[in-house]
């Protein structure tokens, strides 16, 4: 969606969103929780900085597209944003999303001066992902239910802040949202134009409400967290079924990027996991 004008963003009707952005069909990626601690060890052999990160993903993955968390982010400096938005373009990497996770800023805090503070707050986060080139950026739910009213004004608030840069902000299954798959819609319904779905497929309280959440999310969705646990021997994963959640987001015309979230401390098995299920994936998208 980069490039797009305020205007262009809040008049897109639900429909442009139902596959996906184009340019990024069969893409598959990784959100940089994944590789969390092995950005915070720098000492520690085969770690790698942020501004690593595009290359270590091309060389050693074949993975072009990176979803970006706050925390794993050196500042929001211009300085270091422009850094890393220049590896990511001379690597042939795409930045997508900036999930802004702030625990401790509340856009339906009860007291006028907190929602203001959480508001100026997100703002500079969403400066921030416009810089490094990001078409999208999400705020993180808490985990108590919001006051709903509030929530979608601070929602509005937010939309109203990154448009005109072109980003569409998202809205995740996290926290207060995870056990009601009517969540996700409702929240973009009620917001309007300029809000997206970003579906993760692990952020679920069960199998049921897995599946119908996503059902009616990936509709709406530009972005998938395609997460998973322990995989057995033979790449069994007990959790929840890998295939179903994919088919599911298939056969409603989503087409990708597909980003992994994954934390495994041992590099190597990480690597091995998450190379063992881009090529997974990419099977089924054939």
């Known amino acids: 969606m980069t490039g797009l004008t305020r205007r262009s963003i809040l008049t897109l009707p639900a429909a442009a969103f139902a596959a996906g952005p184009a340019d990024l069909a069969g893409q598959i990626g990784v959100t940089t929780a994944t590789v969390a601690a092995h950005l915070r ?32 982010l050196p500042s929001l400096e211009p300085g270091d944003l422009d850094r890393l938005r220049e590896a990511a373009e001379k690597a042939g ?19 006028e001066a907190s929602r203001r503070h959480a508001l100026a707050e997100y703002g500079l986060a969403i400066d ?7 078409r999208w950026a999400r705020p993180l739910p808490l985990d108590a239910r919001p006051d709903f009213r509030l929530y979608v004004d601070g929602y509005r608030r937010l939309v109203e802040r990154a448009a005109p840069q072109g980003v569409t902000m998202l809205v995740e299954n996290w926290a207060w949202l995870q056990d009601d798959p009517d969540a996700i819609p409702r929240l973009l319904d009620a917001v309007g134009a300029g809000v997206a779905a970003s579906p993760d497929i692990g952020n679920w309280s069960g199998d049921a409400v897995r599946r119908e ?29 890998l295939r179903a959640c994919f088919e599911i987001g298939w056969k409603l015309g989503f087409r990708g990027p ?3 979230e994954r934390a495994n401390p041992d590099r190597a098995a990480l690597f091995r996991e998450l190379a063992a299920m881009r090529d997974r994936l990419r099977s089924w998208m054939a």
């Open 128 to 134: 921030a992902a416009a810089r490094l080139g990001c």
């Open 213 to 241: 959440g996503l059902a009616k999310a990936f509709p709406r969705a530009v972005t998938c967290d395609f997460k998973f646990f322990d995989l057995g021997p033979n790449g069994e994963h007990e959790r929840y079924d």
């Open 93 to 111: 990497c795409t930045l997508t999303n900036l999930k802004i996770n702030r625990r401790d800023l509340d856009l339906a805090a009860p007291d």
């Open 258 to 260: 597909w980003c992994f």
């Open 41 to 72: 060890t720098p000492t520690q052999a085969g770690a790698f900085s942020i501004f690593e990160l595009p290359r270590v993903l091309r060389d050693e993955l074949d993975l072009r597209v990176i979803d970006l968390n706050t925390s794993t």
